[in-house]
């Protein structure tokens, strides 16, 4: 009996993988499109979010390996497993670290604008980019040199890692959700007394990041912090992989989310998608509305997910 209930909860994991795959896919490659083809939404913190939606990308395509051997009922060990999944572990390794940044973006913004403003776009990504893809490399190269025989009932970045690098992972992503987290939080504040004072730009600014703590704290946050909640427990073996294996839920929730929420959230973005299957005709209907405000408000609301 337990084994026909695992296999059922196997097949419902698949299945709204499968429907997290399509709808994620679609998503970030639109996003990037956009940011890509509009130089008006090529900021600094824009690039970013195209970097981290191109991560979102791989790991997406990352979780269908573990789809298809799930269907087909095959279970591999760690050794055969993590060739299979390590370039999906190096990319969200880097994406975590992306996401801090992004949040950075904006602390750097508010406190030192014109710092940011005359700064190298070049140089910027370039120095964002180098101790994600570090951190990367360290964790795809791990787990080649730490892997062994033992059978992993799903084949994932946590699961085809070794216990040891899988539980360094965890703690790296936890470290990065606290921070990120944690200026969050600041950026409220910041925004929450500027706002109190005078209502304006600053008052919708703070009720949007905390529409983003929210997202965020119940996607990712509760994933890898779930995680990390089993490891500190005793939580291992079977129970552990079970576990491991429905956060995953929470997970994809991330990687597909970003650009519906920057749909629902602006304006700006909301007109540039529309403009792709609309035509053209769509966006200059609205050039005195979504145009004049991506120039006016750029600073603050253009080409952010915050």
Known sequence: ??????????????T???LFFFAGIFGNACLIYMIAKKKTLQTKSSILQAVQSFC???CLAGTQVDT?????DIQLPRS???PKVSTYTFFETVQSMIMLFLVIDILIIVKFPRFYHTFSTTKYIILALIPAITCGMVFFVWGFVGTNDEIVIFCNPPLGLNIVASTWFFRYILFLNVLTLIVFLVLIRIFYTKGHKQRGDSWKVMKRLQLSVA????????????????????????TFNFLVANVSFFVLLSFSQTFYVVIWKSKEYRTHFLSLWCGRSFASRDVTGAGSSMKTNQPVTTSRIF
């Open 1 to 14: 009996m337990y084994g026909m209930l695992a296999r059922v909860n196997q097949l419902i994991i698949v």
């Open 16 to 18: 709204y993988k499968i």
């Open 56 to 58: 979102h990308i791989i």
């Open 68 to 72: 298809v051997l799930t269907i087909l």
């Open 80 to 82: 055969q497993c993590y």
């Open 215 to 238: 997202i965020f704290v119940c996607s990712w946050f509760i994933a890898q912090s779930s995680n990390s909640v089993f490891i500190a427990i005793g939580i291992t073996g079977e």
